[in-house]
């Protein structure tokens, strides 16, 4: 009702399994209408597999593929693609930029503390706006609290210094209907 926007979380082994993102599609859809976009758990990816039975299963685009352990350009991108150039109708990838788990954990490779995240965070959206591409954040609710160092707070100064260098705040099917609309076209025949 407020405009948001409800995408499928897709289970794990589904990134390989379309009867899995059929079902999963179909059970949600039953509650609230339409789903077009997901976002595989753990970013499970398999290039060769997965965009082309998200396709097959009914999602228009995703917002997975983007790195596990570290934020930045997996696709060697900030701006949507589709993983077969004359496959129009392919599901639309909106990559992954910003992920709060790289950035915090331990375990990946860069474990940073708040103000070098978010330090980082703002070199990646410069990075981004520079070319006038797409930056995407995964942001885990469970990491809301103070406890861990990871805050809301702490990606509300990310989003606010986003807008102020003229970021637009959007949905994926937003940022999808605007890409299509207007620049996909003129990256093909630039």
């Known amino acids: 009702k407020n405009g948001w926007e409800i995408g499928i979380h897709g289970g794990i082994n589904s990134a390989r399994d379309i009867e ?38 009914g999602y228009d685009y995703d917002s997975t593929f983007g790195f596990n352990i570290i934020c930045g350009f997996r696709a060697g991108t900030s701006f949507p693609f589709r993983w077969e150039k004359n496959q129009k109708e392919g599901t639309l990838e909106i990559p992954l930029i910003i992920q709060d788990a790289s950035l915090f954990r331990k375990r990946s490779s860069m474990g940073f503390e708040r103000k070098e995240a978010l330090d980082f965070c703002r070199f990646l959206i410069d990075l981004v706006k520079d070319v006038g591409g797409v930056l995407t954040i995964n942001w885990h609710t469970e990491n809301h609290s103070q406890d861990n160092g990871i805050d809301s707070v702490l990606l509300k100064e990310i989003l606010l210094y986003a807008k102020k260098e003229g970021g637009w705040i959007t949905s994926l099917e937003k940022c999808a209907k605007y890409w299509e609309e207007n620049l996909e076209k003129k990256i093909e025949n630039a």
Do not use: C, M, W
């Open 20 to 57: 899995i993102l059929k079902k999963q599609k179909e059970r949600t859809e039953k509650f609230i209408g339409n789903v077009k976009s997901i976002r595989q758990h753990y970013l499970a990816f398999d290039s060769d597999i997965t965009p082309f039975i998200q396709k097959q299963a």
